[in-house]
């Protein structure tokens, strides 16, 4: 057989090397180039003008339909075969109507590949005896030749039907000179064969199914040529067929090859065995591919040495990368991966458990960082041994912009809060409370000079403006505790905590320093207000008796303890707070949030035996380290009804 030079396009780098196998067989045959994209392909070819070129069909930057009809145009003698894993009849015709010289579907390259290449590179067999026609095809250069396929398009209920240039070609006539009809064809069929392709179409519209047969046509020089009919019946709902679909395809070079021909190019027993089993696997990894090229998620596979062996083209649209640049290159350098855990942790956790999820944050080819949910599952070799590993990437960038918009919005809206809590503890400090006072001050007055009647009544109004006095400082306090503002964090917790465990009857152990320097407003206030919140969760939930407080500062961080010995939180809530944010109520839900706008951490953990521990740690900017010498001693103070 003659030498032929053979381009390989698909931007598949798995089907190419299963292809450069499946090729490997005819040595007479090279291989002198591949391609990843169509664009690629008709640059080669312009440069290395290749004999045959294997074009895939669904392929980035130019699709392998558009790189055939170019190809095509400027490059007569160069011959394309198109291979896609796609429905057949669709392809075929849209194959045909760019100008492929053929069509395989990945699904059947063992059987239709070679056969089909060598169908394109030499010339039909003569027929031994003019007298049997039927044997062989015609040598003639014809269309039929070089298009070896055509297609139809049948409307049953109108007889409207569409012919490919290609079924012309195959029937032997002019798309000038012949309309496509029902009768048409059937005028081609073979005497000897006319019952049947009855009889198979006829099943095929009774079991609904899919047919798919041979037979012969005979030329208008009487010459006989085998063809491959593929096709289906479309049903209304009534159950009539409306729409016939199919393709013809020229097979005679299969049917009437020699047989001296056939077992001086037969491969070894164990070669074609070899081959049948990588074309197998090829067939496998293609529709594989293919499926992976359906998600709308990255897909990535990666070998053990971390380097990648699959990108699929959403990855493309995400990363930026082209699967011909990615491919090879190791993943974590070219996506600069921002880990959770220590990559060599999580390979380890892979390995074990066969699958790991989790956030990672890369960097795309613009610099742009992406944020995305991985998923990742193992990959296992024939001894189980660790192969690699399939990753699935969903950007969830905007998710989380649009998260951390929300928290900001959050952490202000708290701020103006706290703000607005400050405001009206002032006014009814400075206002109400003033007037208050004034009031008692004069009713004072008025029992000195009142007779017995008016006195008592005096006393009793007395009486009710002190509660009131007392109940507006109570009130003024809880919103904002004058203290925290005049003198700082540790008088206001002292404070409060002795009027929580007097009002509470809940034994209160504290431990912090005398004092602490001033820290930032909106840290003694964050510090303050999570005292708050949790010291009510345990009145109100928690069942407890006793509660420690801790606060620890240095100059580089603050940090509070709550510990109560109640009934606990649940643990699956408080790892759905840890995880998702989610499964607490709106008290902890602003904890979290005051914490985060300052840069801090917030931790739920279940107490032993029991109970619950609430734990925030804030880090301190150089403006707030220490102002004055940290003490080191420490004071405890105990208190029960009232503190000690």
Not at 43 to 70: N, Q
Not at 452 to 462: F, G, V
Not at 480 to 508: C, K, M, Q, T
Request: proline share 5%; aromatic share 6%; with cysteine.
């Amino acid at each position: 057989m003659a030498s032929l030079r053979i381009l390989i396009v698909d931007d598949h780098e798995v089907i190419r090397r299963g292809l450069r196998s499946l090729l490997s067989s005819r040595p007479e045959w090279e291989i002198c180039g591949e391609a990843a994209d169509g664009q690629a392909a008709v640059e080669k070819v312009r440069s290395l003008r290749p004999d045959l070129v294997l074009m895939d069909v669904a392929m980035p930057v130019m699709t392998g339909t558009e790189a055939t009809r170019a190809i095509h145009s400027q490059y007569i003698e160069t011959k394309v075969i198109i291979i896609s894993q796609n429905e057949p009849e669709v392809t075929r015709r849209l194959a045909l109507e760019v100008g492929a010289a053929g069509y395989v579907a990945k699904s059947e390259l063992s059987r239709d590949l070679l056969p089909t290449i060598e169908k394109l590179s030499r010339p039909v067999p003569e027929p031994a005896q003019a007298a049997e026609p039927e044997k062989l095809p015609s040598s003639r250069k014809g269309p039929a030749d070089v298009t070896l396929m055509g297609t139809w398009d049948v409307n049953m209920q109108t007889s409207e039907a569409f012919w490919s240039p290609g079924l012309f070609a195959l029937l032997g006539y002019s798309t000038t000179e012949h309309q496509p009809s029902l009768e048409l064809w059937r005028a081609r069929i073979h005497p000897d064969d006319l019952a049947t392709v009855r009889e198979q179409r006829e099943a095929a519209t009774n079991d609904r199914a899919d047919y798919h047969f041979d037979y012969r046509t005979v030329l208008p020089d009487g010459k006989t040529r085998w063809v491959e009919a593929k096709g289906r019946f479309y049903f209304d709902d009534t159950g009539r067929p409306y729409r016939d679909l199919g393709s013809l395809r020229d097979i005679s070079a299969q049917k009437f090859l020699p047989q001296e021909t056939l077992r001086t190019t037969a491969e070894p027993p164990e070669r074609q065995v070899e081959r049948e089993a990588l074309q197998e696997k090829l067939t496998e990894a293609s529709a594989q591919a293919e499926l992976l090229d359906l998600v709308t998620d990255g897909a990535l596979i990666c070998d053990v040495a971390h380097r990648i062996t699959y990108w699929n083209r959403a990855a493309e649209r995400l990363y930026g990368w082209s699967a011909e640049e990615a491919v090879g290159r190791d993943v974590s350098d070219l996506l600069q991966t921002e880990y959770p855990i220590p990559f060599a942790d999580l390979l380890a956790c892979l390995e074990e458990n066969g699958r790991w999820e989790g956030e990672l944050v890369h960097t795309n080819r613009y610099g742009t960082r992406v944020v995305v949910y991985s998923r990742w599952i193992h990959k296992r070799g024939d001894r189980g041994e660790f192969k690699g590993w399939l990753e699935i990437n969903a950007d969830i960038t905007q998710q989380r912009r649009a998260e951390e918009t929300a928290r900001r919005l959050s952490g202000r809206i708290l701020q103006l809060q706290d703000e607005e809590r400050r405001k009206i503890a002032r006014e009814l400090h400075d206002s109400l409370g003033q007037y208050l006072a004034m009031l008692k001050i004069t009713i004072d007055r008025g029992r000195g000079t009142a007779d017995a009647s008016t006195y008592r009544l005096l006393e009793q109004c007395s009486q009710i403006v002190d509660q009131c006095i007392a109940e507006t400082r109570t009130v003024s306090y809880l919103l904002h505790p004058p203290l925290l503002d005049e003198n700082g964090l540790i008088s206001a917790v002292r404070w409060y905590v002795e009027g929580f465990a007097a009002r509470s009857e809940i034994e209160v152990q504290m431990t912090m320093p005398p004092s602490i320097p001033r820290l930032l407003k909106e840290i003694e206030t964050t510090l303050f207000r999570i005292l708050q919140e949790s010291l009510t969760n345990v009145h109100r939930h928690s069942q407890s008796k006793k509660v420690n407080i801790e606060i620890f500062y240095d100059a580089n961080i603050v940090s509070l303890r709550v510990r109560d010995f109640g009934k606990g939180i649940p643990l699956e809530r408080i790892r759905s707070f840890r995880d998702c944010g989610s499964g607490m109520g709106v008290g902890l839900g602003g904890m979290r949030e005051r914490v985060r706008e300052l840069g801090g951490i917030l931790r739920i953990e279940p107490g032993a035996p029991s109970g619950t521990a609430i734990l925030v740690e804030i880090p301190l900017i150089e403006g707030q380290k220490a102002l004055a010498a940290i003490p080191e001693a420490r004071s405890r103070v105990t208190s029960r009804g009232t503190a000690n």
